[in-house]
């Protein structure tokens, strides 16, 4: 081991456990969700938006964008340039085995159901989430030889995904310049940053109380043209 750090504050949840729990909470708090409703343009109208969307219009006085690598398209439809591009992972996913490993790793880690996750890859592949033979025979052998008590464990599963990865690999946080009171959010570790975006994030735009410490997360970092203008 060449370096190593410890947090007693660290840990790991289980992501479709923390998704339920979201999703729960949301109704809760008399949320209502729109499913499969594609945008179809975003307009700005003085303190208002109006998204069109499936023939419908929905108008708002604020607006969050947090649709991962669709920020992109729903960017430009306010005049931003948002500069996220996909990296495809592949995620193995074995049988549940008794306890061994209350640690996560950055490759394996065991839920608290007893399945093991395993994986790290990192692929430009444009939008193809799909799986491939060489990629997952390459983390079993990795986890197989950092973990030989694997060695004969069934996979029950295995997916790939893509990460919402921006030029430099950190979030962008920024109310649009172009059009006040929406509020741009990508990244890639959802589930990591999920209590900011929930107890700061969330409470610093409801109420317009800005975060100094977000000020470097803007998309002025990109480039000086990272803005671009709609004909009207």
Known sequence: ??????????G????L?????????????GVHV???????GIEAFGNDFLITSNARELRCEQLILAAGL???????????????APS????????????????PTSTVRQTDEGTVQLGDSAESVGFDDRTSTAVIADIADRAVRSF??????????AWGALRV?????GPIYQELSHAPGAHLVSCHSGVTLAAMHALRLAPSIATGTALPELASFGLGRFSANAEIHHAH
């Open 1 to 10: 081991v060449v370096g190593a750090c410890f947090s007693p504050m660290d």
């Open 12 to 15: 790991h949840v289980n992501p």
């Open 17 to 29: 456990k923390l998704f339920s729990a979201l999703h729960h909470a949301c109704q809760a708090r």
């Open 34 to 40: 729109l499913h499969n409703y594609a945008v179809d």
């Open 70 to 84: 669709g920020n992109k398209t729903l960017g430009a439809h306010l005049g931003h340039d948002v500069p996220v």
């Open 88 to 103: 495809r992972g592949q995620i193995l996913i074995t049988e549940r085995i008794e306890p061994f490993l209350d640690i």
């Open 148 to 157: 030989p008590c694997l060695a004969n464990v069934n996979l029950v599963r």
């Open 165 to 169: 990865m921006t030029p430099d690999g």
